[in-house]
């Protein structure tokens, strides 16, 4: 078989120009759409890893905020409820101190009031009881009676202190109207000059003197000059006994409050 180089040679001469052409306008293209491609995925891929590590990154500061926020909620919550458990104690405290103090105040103000109240009985009854003696003693009195407080009167007026005598002395002296003497019933001649006597001798003067009866009074003899008085008599006495006898009950209405505080704050008040 004959070897047409001729055409040997123009087929491989097409073979070259085949194989230029491909790599000139396919392989070449080709391998430029593959290495573009290869890029575009690999960037792709980096944003995407890109993407996650930022989506982590997000997802690990929620969670951590998510925490944060849990403990601080917990932390909150734990100490709002301590602050309600203090301030519940606190108010029940505050009630169970004011109901004892309210409690104190209205036994103290019960015994006060128990205490008053027996005051104006005793008061009352001592009232109607030294009403009863004036009475009594008012019908009892009679002249002979008189002249016996006369002479009571004028031992008194003799044994004055020196305070009272002073007083009355400066009182004498200085008044222009006469000392005034009265007495239940007329005074006899002889008992005006006693009294005459006792007050010249006391205060070492002429003392003027005007002599009046006084139905109203119980049995007494009384001197009245400038507005100062000089009295001795049943009436007196008694009206005396009921200022005095009022001055100890109002002394234990006031010391009684006190008591009942020192029996509360006594420690074996309560044993």
């Known amino acids: 078989m004959l070897i047409?180089?001729?055409?040997?040679?123009?087929?491989?001469?097409?073979?070259?120009?085949?194989v230029w052409l491909l790599k000139r306008f396919l392989y070449k293209p080709v391998l430029n759409?593959?290495?573009a491609r290869e890029k575009r995925i690999a960037a792709e891929l980096a944003d995407a890893a890109a993407l996650k590590a930022a989506s982590k990154k997000e997802h690990d500061e929620f969670q951590?905020?998510?925490?944060a926020f849990d403990a601080e909620r917990?932390?909150?919550?734990?100490?709002a409820t301590d602050?309600?458990?203090?301030?519940?104690?606190?108010?029940l405290a505050d009630a169970h101190r004011d109901a004892d103090s309210l409690r104190v105040q209205q036994d103290e103000a019960m015994r006060s009031d128990q205490v008053k109240l027996g005051r104006e009985i005793t008061r009352l009854a001592a009232r109607e009881v030294f009403g009863i003696a004036r009475k009594a003693l008012k019908d009892l009195a009679a002249a002979d009676l008189e002249e016996r407080m006369g002479e009571v009167f004028t031992r008194h007026l003799r044994e004055l202190d020196g305070k009272t005598r002073e007083s009355l002395a400066s009182a004498l002296k200085t008044s222009s109207e006469p000392a005034v003497v009265r007495s239940t019933f007329e005074m006899p001649?002889?008992?005006?000059?006693?009294?005459q006597n006792a007050l010249n001798e006391t205060f070492s003067a002429e003392v003027r003197i005007r002599f009046e009866t006084a139905p109203n009074t119980i049995s007494g003899v009384?001197?009245?000059?400038?507005?100062?008085?000089?009295?001795?008599?049943?009436?007196?006495?008694?009206?005396?006994?009921?200022?005095?006898?009022?001055?100890?009950?109002d002394a234990q209405v006031i010391a009684a409050p006190q008591?009942?505080?020192v029996m509360k704050a006594s420690p074996t008040a309560g044993a």
Request: hydrophobic fraction near 45%; charged fraction near 25%.
């Open 64 to 67: 951590s905020k998510n925490q």
């Open 83 to 91: 602050e309600a458990r203090v301030a519940r104690e606190r108010l």
């Open 4 to 18: 047409d180089w001729f055409t040997v040679g123009a087929q491989v001469l097409n073979f070259v120009i085949l």
């Open 222 to 249: 009384e001197l009245t000059v400038s507005g100062q008085k000089l009295a001795w008599s049943i009436a007196e006495y008694l009206t005396q006994l009921d200022q005095k006898l009022g001055s100890i009950l």
């Open 33 to 35: 759409a593959i290495d």
């Open 74 to 79: 917990s932390g909150l919550l734990s100490k």
């Open 189 to 195: 001649a002889k008992e005006r000059d006693t009294i």
């Open 259 to 261: 008591a009942v505080s």
